[in-house]
């Protein structure tokens, strides 16, 4: 019998686990989706993993041929992604649960998903953006700390997390340094509804990524990830390779000069964005020297290639035998 473990987020979606499958680009995928919600968390994937919009619909088809339980979607919003449009409609037509908004502004997305009864939760890594977010009517926040893959917040989840609790009146996902029963249990004492665990199931049987990515996060330690801007122009967090020792972390200083000019920074953010996609997607689908792996910090907690399902089941087991133990500890050193 599968355990429960009540939130806010939990009861929203309802569903077992306060457990999302995060959207990893170029990783997620039908098979990811769908395990990690039939084994009581919720699935996610980025709707960009899928082109062209073709490809994209037939995959929300799939999703929703293959499980009857919620999923989600991660849209991109800023104006560098010109099919957002297309890809929140054909979402909302295939019955997605949950939208995750990142890099800009939701509101378009919120409005439209309210219509259908899907929510809506935006990444954020400060409480600034979190009102903003809230003010648009989002259901809730992914707090986006310090130890996160791809583009990782600059603040402690300790402080983060309680942050946001604090100021906000919407529930708050934890994201960052999320990788078993003990850092869920710790996310959840801070007042976090759920967690947003991306690199461990990078290093899943179902991940649809060359088998040396799952490996290297299994292999590297949180010393071994390093926040680069070369990817998308803004700090995203990537395992240390050769390739990047070589290409180094920062951008071209000319090419910085350009991203912050508000006359040039409109053509230029869209090309390094293309130039960043189309490196990873090579990295990530087949060997090559040019090795830029996304992960977090929490690298350091992998240590196999498991199924979705084991991997869920895993955490769960852990965190309520972590708060087994603490509450018979009584409070007492």
């Known amino acids: 019998m599968q355990r429960t473990y009540?939130?806010?987020f939990t009861e929203m979606f309802?569903?077992?686990?306060p457990i999302i499958g995060a959207p990893m680009f170029l990783v997620s995928n039908v098979a990811m989706v769908k395990a990690i919600t039939e084994a009581g968390g919720i699935g996610t994937f980025p709707a960009l993993n899928f082109r062209p919009l073709g490809n994209y619909q037939a995959t929300l088809k799939q999703i929703r041929e293959q499980t009857n339980g919620p999923y989600g979607v991660n849209i991109?919003?800023?104006k560098s992604n010109t099919r957002q449009g297309d890809d929140l409609r054909m979402a909302l037509d295939n019955g997605?649960?949950?939208f995750i908004t990142s890099l800009g502004n939701p509101k378009d997305v919120i409005r439209e998903a309210h219509k259908n009864g899907a929510k809506v939760f935006c990444d954020v890594t400060n409480v600034k953006h979190a009102l903003k977010v809230q003010d648009l009517g989002a259901d809730g926040v992914i707090a986006v700390a310090s130890g996160a893959g791809g583009h990782a917040g600059p603040i402690s989840p300790f402080v983060l997390i309680p942050w946001l609790k604090k100021e906000l009146d919407i529930p708050v996902v934890a994201a960052g340094?999320?990788?078993n029963g003990v850092t869920l249990a710790s996310c959840l004492a801070l007042g976090a509804s759920a967690a947003s665990i991306g690199t461990r199931f990078i290093a899943s049987e179902e991940a649809g990524v060359d088998q040396a990515y799952k490996q290297a996060v299994v292999d590297s330690s949180p010393e071994d990830i390093v926040m680069t801007t070369r990817v998308s122009g803004?700090?995203?967090a990537v395992i240390n390779t050769e390739y990047v020792?070589?290409?180094?972390?920062d951008l071209p200083y000319v090419i910085k000069v350009l991203k912050s000019n508000p006359i040039t920074k409109k053509y230029v953010v869209p090309l390094i964005h293309l130039a960043g996609m189309k490196a990873l997607q090579n990295a990530a689908e087949k060997p090559t020297w040019k090795t830029v792996w996304s992960a977090g910090q929490s690298v350091g907690l992998v240590h196999e290639i498991s199924s979705c399902e084991k991997i869920v089941n895993d955490i769960a087991d852990e965190l309520f035998a972590t708060l087994s133990k603490m509450n018979s500890a009584g409070g007492q050193a």
């Not at 309802?14 to 686990?17: N, S, T, V, Y």
């Open 245 to 249: 020792k070589k290409m180094g972390t």
């Open 14 to 17: 309802d569903i077992k686990l």
């Open 234 to 236: 803004t700090p995203a």
């Open 6 to 8: 009540k939130t806010e």
């Open 96 to 98: 997605a649960s949950l």
């Open 177 to 179: 340094g999320i990788a």
């Open 76 to 78: 991109i919003v800023n």
